[in-house]
T-cell receptor, first 115, second 109 residues
Framework: ETGVTQTPRHLVMGMTNKKSLKCEQH?????MYWYKQSAKKPLELMFV???????ENNSVPSRFSPECPNSSHLFLHLHTLQPEDSALYLC??????????????FGPGTRLTVT | GQNIDQPTEMTATEGAIVQINCTYQ??????LFWYQQHAGEAPTFLSY??LDGLEEKGRFSSFLSRSKGYSYLLLKELQMKDSASYLC??????????WGAGTKLIIKP
């Protein structure tokens, strides 16, 4: 039990659909992250929120839209995705952002397939 | 650019010892993490090194040499459950985590 949950675990969507991924952390952390994990590639950081404010946005296409309504919840809204967006989307949290040694705790991920 | 290199795949025998290497070139250094990720599961934290030397934690140890931009993860008394991917990640001068692509470790009986 990592203390970070994600739903859904699996998602298949068409290119014209709109869907949302949900992440919740039960650890009292101040920072939350969205990552994209593709086979045999490094984890790609997409977004970082610290104390509910977005602090990093690493050139992510606008078809991905994050939302952080409070420090425990993080959403990733998806619309008009492309087949190359198929990947494992991981949510993580850490005690703080911008400090050394702050390990990240990951959720189990959402396996997204875009058809 | 920033880069983390680790072998794509390694194979070892149950009960043996394996060393997984990681070399990095980053803009500054504020620590190095090792994570374990079983297939279909979340990465989980294994170790953190910020000073040179060896950190031991049970069957797992992690070593760091900042001058060489080098780390390794040493796994002793290998068990079948150690079959997983091992991810190396470095915190750069902006405290951003730079990730390697991971090393898939296969344990054979």
């Amino acid at each position: 039990e990592t203390g970070v949950t994600q739903t859904p675990r699996h998602l298949v969507m068409g290119m014209t659909n709109k869907k949302s991924l949900k992440c919740e952390q039960h650890l009292g952390h101040n920072a939350m992250y969205w990552y994209k994990q593709s086979a045999k590639k490094p984890l790609e950081l997409m977004f970082v929120y610290s104390l509910e404010e977005r602090v990093e946005n690493n050139s992510v296409p606008s078809r991905f839209s994050p939302e952080c309504p409070n420090s425990s919840h993080l959403f990733l809204h998806l619309h008009t995705l492309q087949p190359e967006d198929s990947a494992l989307y991981l949510c993580a949290s850490s005690q703080d952002w911008g400090t050394s040694g702050s390990e990240q705790y990951f959720g189990p991920g959402t396996r997204l397939t875009v058809t | 650019g920033q880069n983390i290199d680790q072998p794509t795949e390694m194979t070892a025998t149950e009960g043996a010892i394996v060393q997984i290497n990681c070399t990095y070139q980053t803009s500054g250094f504020n620590g190095l993490f090792w994570y374990q990720q079983h297939a279909g599961e979340a990465p989980t934290f294994l170790s953190y090194n910020v000073l040179d030397g060896l950190e031991e934690k049970g069957r797992f140890s992690s070593f760091l040499s900042r001058s060489k931009g080098y780390s390794y993860l040493l796994l002793k008394e290998l068990q079948m459950k150690d079959s997983a991917s091992y991810l190396c990640a470095v915190t750069d001068s902006n405290y951003q985590l730079i990730w390697g692509a991971g090393t898939k470790l296969i344990i054979k009986p």
